[in-house]
Each structure stands twice: as C-alpha cells, then as structure tokens.
T-cell receptor, first 114, second 112 residues
Framework: EAGVTQFPSHSVIEKGQTVTLRCDPI?????LYWYRRVMGKEIKFLLH????????ESGMPNNRFLAERTGGTYSTLKVQPAELEDSGVYFC????????????FGPGTRLTVL | QQQVKQSPQSLIVQKGGISIINCAYE??????FPWYQQFPGKGPALLIA?????SEKKEGRFTISFNKSAKQFSLHIMDSQPGDSATYFC???????????FGGGTRLMVKP
C-alpha cells in the first residue's frame, strides 16, 4: 500500500507570491488532514476533510490559505499571497473513516518564504 | 495556549539506557494519546498509542505510561539504540477522526 505523498518536497518563494501544495492520501482514506510545523514549534492542525467536505477548518490561520479536495481524492493547499511567517513544513495526513484515529503522515513540504 | 506540553526538548542517552519523554495535557476530554516518531526528511510515523482506560501499554521496547488523574503520559524506550535517534512527538485527540493536538517534540540522540 502506497503511503501519503506530498509535492513538492521543497518550495522557496518570495513574499507576495503564490504557492500550491499537493497531497495524495492513501487510497481509500476518506479523512485528510493538513498540519504545519513552524521552526522549533509544535505541529499544528490546519484543517480536516472528510471526502470532499471540510469537516473542520478551525486551524486555518487566515484567508490567504485555501484548501480544496475536489472529488474527495487528492487535496491542494494554496497560499496566496505568501508571507514570511508562512514558512514551515506542511504535513498532510490521512486515515480511514471509522478507524481508531491512526493518522498516516506524508513526508511534508518544506516551504520557505523569502 | 498549548494544550499538550512535552519535555524535555532534547535528550541524550547512552546506548542501552532508558529514554523517558513526558507529556502533560489540559483537556480532560481527550481520549486518544499517540506517540509519533520522526526521522529527518520523513513524516511522523505512529509508534504506539493508548486510550485512557488503561494505565500502561507496551510494544517491544516502547512503553506508554498513562496517569489520568495527573493528566500526564510518558514514553519509555528501553535498551535505547542509536537507530532510535529521532524526534518524538506526543499528541492527543478527542474522538475518532478528529484533529491531533501535538506536543512540541523531543529530539532524542542515543550515543553508541
């Protein structure tokens, strides 16, 4: 079974630019989560999809962040326009509906905003 | 307000020793407490998890101890090996399928 994949692995952009991160969950996993770890801090929740619906987006920092999961498969997270404080590692995780909440994480996308 | 506090931030242990990482939580409604292990360049991987109806869970060299009254839980790594050198995160969640609230992480180095 293939794991959670994320693209790109690294992204370096300038302040004000737009970046789109992609996550492909494990096949059959209806739950999809985005998390972010800013340098030296804890991993923080951003949002949770169940299939194509946003179940919880309480962790989204502001309206510069837009997440989509059209068709309930892969998800994208767009940051527009990027700010310096958006730098960090963005993780995607997935899990089966009705599971014991075991979430499988992808390798992350390291975003650097200059 | 950090709901899950993890200590220490870093830990150095000799090969064969016991590594102990502690976490404290605030929300008494949390009902799932996993530990994740992360190697450089990889995502966090579930190591072991516990629910509050048990006080201890052991899987191989890894043990979670859970103290519900103190709102604390800890990870013990017995016979620590250099291959255990990684960053460890505790976490907590409320209900199946819900978000994980993470501690700040502990960088463990096991010296040969």
């Amino acid at each position: 079974e293939a794991g959670v994949t994320q693209f790109p692995s690294h992204s370096v952009i300038e302040k004000g630019q737009t970046v789109t991160l992609r996550c492909d969950p494990i096949s059959g996993h209806d739950n999809l989560y985005w998390y972010r770890r800013v340098m030296g801090k804890e991993i923080k929740f951003l949002l949770h999809f169940v299939k194509e619906s946003k179940q919880d987006e309480s962790g989204m920092p502001n309206n510069r962040f837009l997440a989509e999961r059209t068709g309930g498969t892969y998800s994208t997270l767009k940051v527009q326009p990027a700010e310096l404080e958006d730098s960090g590692v963005y993780f995607c995780a997935s899990s089966r509906l009705g599971s014991n909440n075991e979430q499988f994480f992808g390798p992350g996308t390291r975003l650097t905003v200059l | 307000q950090q709901q899950v506090k993890q200590s220490p931030q870093s830990l150095i242990v000799q090969k064969g020793g016991i590594s102990i990482i502690n976490c404290a939580y605030e929300n008494t409604a949390f009902d799932y407490f996993p530990w994740y292990q992360q190697f450089p360049g990889k995502g966090p991987a579930l190591l072991i998890a516990i629910r509050p109806d048990v006080s201890e869970k052991k899987e191989g060299r890894f043990t979670i101890s859970f103290n519900k009254s103190a709102k604390q839980f800890s990870l013990h790594i017995m016979d620590s090996q250099p291959g255990d050198s990684a960053t460890y995160f505790c976490a907590a969640s409320l209900g199946a399928g819900n978000m994980l609230t993470f501690g700040g992480g502990t960088r463990l180095m096991v010296k040969p």
